[in-house]
């Protein structure tokens, strides 16, 4: 069922029914104002909020945090490296003026992204918290890239396959479909500029593969990623599995 209030927010239990409800939450950016937005943000019952987004675009749209949950700010990328990829007012003036082969950019900065974001020490922050089996939101901008790269990387350290995993990052083209942007077009946008642009703000499987293939390429297996890149052990994901995940 799709969020009317904030767009993208789902329960991995329904990507993944094995995890238990309630325990694990991905999300777009939980700001806004609004009696509906103020009572669902007061309905979350969780222990911590994770805000990946990057300090430029947390200082545009501050969090709105919750009275019980521990807000922590842990920024997966660099704005200044992906500097038209940041979601901010300033990036996205900044790409309407790109022209010509300068566009290509904007993807050649998406692919190196979903290469890099699998290696984030940001993710620790969320690991710490899982080793005490405590319920959490994890979101960044849109909920879509950020987000749906460490979603992935959670369902398969809770043993979901592969598909299952590339399954609810392309859930986020129903749950937040790209907007029309057509009307870039009366303002001399380039039109190879509008199909990037769009490009971006959808999920494909070819990009979040390239998440994938980083880390294979590099450890071999996902075993290997979470024991030699984050020092995590197949015993710390198996209590990871008894905290979150139903019994069988």
């Not at 777009?28 to 103020?38: A, R």
């Not at 945090?65 to 200044?80: C, D, E, G, Q």
């Not at 937040?176 to 990037?196: C, E, F, G, S, T």
Request: hydrophobic share 35%.
């Amino acid at each position: 069922m799709i969020n009317k209030i904030y767009p993208n927010f789902r329960d991995l239990h329904d990507s993944f029914p094995a995890i238990k409800e309630g325990m694990i939450f991905r999300s777009p950016e939980l700001t806004g104002d609004g009696e509906e937005k103020d009572n669902f943000r007061k309905n979350l019952d969780v222990d911590f909020i994770f805000d990946f987004r990057c300090p430029e675009e947390l200082k545009e749209r501050p969090e709105i945090t919750l009275s019980r949950a521990r807000y922590i700010h842990a920024p997966v990328y660099n704005a200044k490296k992906y500097c038209h990829l940041v979601v901010t007012k300033k990036a996205q003036f900044r790409d309407i003026f790109i022209r010509g082969e300068r566009v290509k950019i904007i993807k050649d900065e998406k692919i190196e992204c979903y290469r890099e974001m699998p290696f984030s020490p940001a993710y620790n922050e969320v690991f710490k918290v899982m080793d005490e089996g405590k319920t959490f939101i994890f979101h960044c901008t849109e909920g879509k890239d950020r987000t749906g790269v460490f979603s992935c990387m959670i369902l398969l350290a809770l043993g979901a396959d592969l598909e299952t995993a590339l399954n609810d990052y392309l859930l986020s083209n129903e749950h937040r479909p790209p907007k029309d942007r057509q009307n870039l077009r009366k303002y001399h946008i380039d039109q190879k500029l509008i199909d990037a642009i769009r490009y971006c703000e959808s999920a494909h499987e070819e990009i979040i593969k390239e998440s994938y293939d980083a880390v294979i390429e590099k450890y071999g297996s996902i075993d290997n990623y979470f024991e030699k890149h984050f020092g995590i052990t197949k015993e710390r994901r198996e209590r990871w599995k008894k905290f979150y995940l139903e019994e069988v």
